[in-house]
């Protein structure tokens, strides 16, 4: 990473000091926030409000599993402290998501139901259909036990290196090799959902990641309900429940040193932003686009390629088909990219349901966002056919840098691959490189944030 400009002290500038500055608030950074500031750390995240609104239910996870005692959800819960109160809000559920064409809704979820779906769908015989899903239960939970027991080093360690090692334990990893022999339809089945869990653009996914995406969702998916927002409202709760803050900042900004610390300078403003330590927690590419141009060079990365379309629709609840799941990939029959679309389910009857709808495309393509509206426009008509007059658009604001629909398209895979923390020790600056663990999904992102949080608290103790 290029230095930070320094500056003089005989400059006029006040500077505000935290322990950690977090530039962005995409999932893995509001996870390490609440992490730090439950090792004592003062946080300061800094995001990016245009008009003071954004939509938050575009940016929470398509899906969420294991919120177990024993899974990553749960424990990363239980670990940043969050009140028990607000652990009990996530809720296990049966069907993780369902996929759906026009000639069948198949549910994925709790192994025993998924056996009995795919048999009574005519994807596998019944005995079959059970040995595959114990096979993909089985791998999935080797690949979990993995992710569970890997430390983040702030830099790549051998130890780190040994530790996501496909030979680990000289156990077999990755795809469950009987799977190869299932039905052409069920193995085409289980490539939908793919698209819609992992963040890895159109990169092929790791034979490790694709069983435990996949198989992950044989545990059932997990509802938050009651209480006040999501998951993304309770991570800032947390954060500001314990040593954390958010300030919202206008572009364009410069990334600074003052006495060898990092801070940030907003134009025209005579306040620096100061930690121990910077986290950039941002696509690379997004941040140069509005950095300004003695510190554009700073975020010098590949430009970005695929991107995640989202559009948000509220409706009357009795639109909602009652065989209809809260999280449907919907895969159309032309082969074009699945769309997936979640439900957010009012209280009272009387009230209106949100859906979030995403496609991915490329973010090369000036029509690319035009087109993955009439992708998502097919998948409404199949899906809700009555509806089309009931559903009204919720419009959003764009972000610029602080976006997390960006999708990494990492060179060699995305898993197991130990993601390099460190960009720089003086100043002391992090990435949130969420590249790394791109084919992960949403697991990938809590484990990134979590497993970040206690490696730069202990960087700084």
């Known amino acids: 990473m290029a230095p930070l400009p320094a500056i003089s002290s005989a400059d006029v500038f006040r500077v505000r000091r935290w322990d950690v500055v977090v530039l962005g608030t995409a999932l893995p950074g509001l996870v390490a926030a609440a992490r730090l500031g439950q090792r004592g750390l003062r946080v300061l995240v800094l995001e990016e409000t245009p008009d003071g609104n954004t939509n938050d239910l575009l940016r929470e996870p398509f899906l969420l599993v294991g919120a177990e005692p024993n899974g990553l959800l749960g424990s990363c819960l239980r670990e940043l402290g969050v009140p028990l109160i607000d652990q009990r809000r996530f809720v296990a559920e049966e069907v993780a998501v369902q996929v759906c064409d026009r000639e069948a809704r198949v549910d994925l979820g709790a192994g025993t139901h998924t056996a009995e779906e795919w048999s009574s769908w005519g994807l596998a015989p019944r005995d079959d259909a059970r040995d595959f899903v114990e096979a993909l239960d089985a791998a999935a939970d080797r690949e979990l036990q993995i992710l569970m027991e ?39 089945l289980l490539e939908a959902p793919l698209s819609a869990l992992s963040n890895a653009g159109e990169v ?5 990641s694709r069983a435990r995406l996949l198989g992950g969702l044989l545990r059932g998916g997990v509802s938050i309900e009651g209480g006040e927002g999501q998951l993304r409202a ?36 005579r306040e620096i932003w100061s930690g121990r330590a910077l986290v950039l927690n941002a696509p690379m590419a997004a941040l140069a686009s509005v950095a300004e141009a003695e510190t554009a060079e700073l975020f010098a990365a590949p430009p970005i390629r695929w991107q995640r379309y989202g559009f948000h629709f509220q409706g009357p609840a009795g639109q909602l088909p009652e065989c ?8 159309g029959d032309d082969g074009g990219a699945p769309v997936a679309l979640r439900v957010f389910r009012p209280r009272r009857s009387d009230q209106a349901f949100d859906l979030v709808a995403s496609v991915v495309a490329s973010a090369e393509d000036a029509e690319a966002e035009a087109r993955a509206e009439q992708r998502v426009s097919s998948a409404l008509r199949d899906l809700l056919p009555f509806s089309e007059e009931a559903l009204q658009r919720v419009p959003r604001t764009p972000l610029q840098w602080d976006d997390d629909t ?17 960009l720089s020790s003086r100043p002391l600056v992090f990435h949130l490189d969420r590249a790394s663990v791109a084919s992960l999904g949403s697991d990938g992102d809590l484990w990134l944030g979590w497993r970040a949080g206690d490696a730069i608290a202990d960087d700084l103790a």
């Not at 092929?204 to 490790?208: Q, T």
């Not at 209809?324 to 895969?331: F, G, H, L, N, P």
Request: proline residues 10%.
């Open 406 to 422: 960006l999708l990494a398209e990492p060179t060699q895979g995305s898993w197991p691959r130990s993601p390099q923390l460190r």
């Open 204 to 208: 092929p996914l790791p034979s490790e």
């Open 324 to 331: 209809m799941a809260d999280r449907v990939i919907w895969r």
């Open 234 to 269: 309770l991570l800032r709760r947390r954060i500001q429940s314990v040593y954390g803050e958010f300030r919202s900042i206008e572009t364009p900004f410069q990334l600074v040193a003052v006495q060898q610390q990092p801070g940030l300078s907003v134009e025209g403003a």
């Open 150 to 188: 890997t430390s983040l080093a702030t830099r790549a360690t051998q130890r780190a290196r040994e530790a996501l090692s496909p030979k680990r334990n000289g156990a077999h990893r990755g795809w469950p090799s009987g799977l190869d022999r299932a039905p052409g339809g069920l193995r085409a």
